[in-house]
């Protein structure tokens, strides 16, 4: 649920912009420290069912991983209230509640620090967009950003970088002078079943394009999914005036701070098992100066 961007993801990266264009306030019907007083009886998580490498109906992604992690230390079972992450996600999840009803689902698991429609816990993990190539079509000798950047003018000009629009990738190909390279692909497309990687597992593993630029755990995820051709990652490192890593964390409502303490504790708590799950995801994880985490 990207998204700017981070500004917004995540979808990934649509997700994160969903989340950005989710714009309006709405009011609780009950007031939430009433309903943050209530004995919980399942961890209710608002998701994208269709949102790899994030979510799913099949409980594949990350954050299905971090769920199941979150209600075994809870002792709960982990229920889903599943919506497209296109626009007004956070109003037709977290805060859907129908008159004498229950909220459908109490948490986000993945949302951008800094977001403002709901109440941001500690960050989970900080990553960053990364361009990926496939192996065999004459960039194989590139292993690094610099190296990309690096190819005889002829050889650049001739490549298509898809990227979703409105995100960051824009802003480097304008740094680097690729904008005419540039292949932009709709972020939040009406589509259902439109999810993430696709830019990555049939765009790129196709060859319609020959570079992607996309958010580092679809760039990752993807990579280790897609078997042929092989993808290489290279995640990128942000620049004077283009910001392209982000921290990410959980969401909450708005004035459910026991809950929230609640849900800090156990990002604390279980910080290895976290960490276990994004590097199996194959998440590029860096710093805060934005350096890349070995």
Same mark, same amino acid.
């Given at each position: 649920?990207?998204?700017?961007?981070?500004?917004?993801?995540?979808?990934?990266?649509?997700?994160?912009?969903?989340?950005?264009?989710?714009?309006?306030?709405?009011?609780?019907?009950?007031?939430?420290?009433? *309903?943050?007083?209530?004995?919980?009886?399942?961890?209710?998580?608002?998701?994208?069912?269709?949102?790899?490498?994030?979510?799913?109906?099949?409980?594949?992604?990350?954050?299905?991983?971090?769920?199941?992690?979150?209600?075994?230390?809870?002792?709960?079972?982990?229920?889903?209230?599943?919506?497209?992450?296109?626009?007004?996600?956070?109003?037709?999840?977290?805060?859907?509640?129908?008159?004498?009803?229950?909220?459908?689902?109490?948490?986000?698991?993945?949302?951008?620090?800094?977001?403002?429609?709901?109440?941001?816990?500690?960050?989970?993990?900080?990553?960053?967009?990364?361009?990926?190539?496939? *192996?065999?079509?004459?960039?194989?000798?590139?292993?690094?950003?610099?190296?990309?950047?690096?190819?005889?003018?002829?050889?650049?000009?001739?490549?298509?970088?898809?990227?979703?629009?409105?995100?960051?990738?824009?802003?480097?190909?304008?740094?680097?002078?690729?904008?005419?390279?540039?292949?932009?692909?709709?972020?939040?497309?009406?589509?259902?079943?439109?999810?993430?990687?696709?830019?990555?597992?049939?765009?790129?593993?196709?060859?319609?394009?020959?570079?992607?630029?996309?958010?580092?755990?679809?760039?990752?995820?993807?990579?280790?999914?897609?078997?042929?051709?092989?993808?290489?990652?290279?995640?990128?490192?942000?620049?004077?005036?283009?910001?392209?890593?982000?921290?990410?964390?959980?969401?909450?409502?708005?004035?459910?701070?026991?809950?929230?303490?609640?849900?800090?504790?156990?990002?604390?708590?279980?910080?290895?098992?976290? *960490?276990?799950?994004?590097?199996?995801?194959?998440?590029?994880?860096?710093?805060?100066?934005?350096?890349?985490?070995?």
């Amino acid at each position: 649920m990207i998204l700017t961007l981070v500004m917004a993801v995540h979808r990934w990266t649509r997700r994160l912009l969903a989340l950005s264009a989710a714009a309006a306030v709405v009011l609780l019907p009950l007031s939430a420290a009433a *309903q943050d007083s209530e004995p919980r009886k399942a961890l209710r998580v608002c998701q994208d069912p269709n949102n790899l490498p994030f979510s799913n109906l099949a409980g594949e992604g990350i954050e299905n991983r971090l769920a199941e992690v979150f209600g075994r230390a809870m002792g709960l079972p982990v229920t889903y209230y599943s919506f497209p992450a296109r626009m007004a996600f956070i109003r037709n999840t977290l805060r859907y509640k129908l008159p004498g009803e229950d909220y459908r689902c109490d948490i986000v698991m993945g949302v951008p620090v800094g977001f403002d429609q709901v109440s941001v816990t500690q960050p989970l993990y900080r990553s960053t967009y990364a361009l990926v190539y496939a *192996q065999g079509r004459g960039l194989d000798g590139v292993k690094t950003v610099q190296d990309f950047l690096s190819l005889p003018a002829e050889q650049l000009k001739s490549l298509r970088i898809g990227l979703y629009d409105r995100t960051p990738a824009s802003a480097w190909l304008v740094k680097h002078g690729l904008v005419a390279q540039g292949v932009p692909y709709l972020m939040m497309s009406p589509d259902p079943d439109q999810y993430p990687g696709q830019l990555l597992e049939t765009e790129l593993a196709a060859g319609k394009i020959d570079v992607a630029i996309v958010w580092g755990p679809i760039a990752g995820f993807f990579a280790k999914r897609v078997q042929q051709p092989v993808l290489q990652v290279l995640p990128l490192r942000s620049e004077p005036g283009v910001k392209l890593d982000f921290a990410m964390a959980m969401g909450v409502r708005h004035g459910e701070r026991e809950w929230k303490q609640q849900v800090e504790q156990l990002i604390a708590s279980r910080r290895d098992d976290i *960490q276990a799950i994004l590097r199996e995801y194959r998440v590029p994880l860096v710093d805060d100066s934005g350096a890349l985490i070995p």
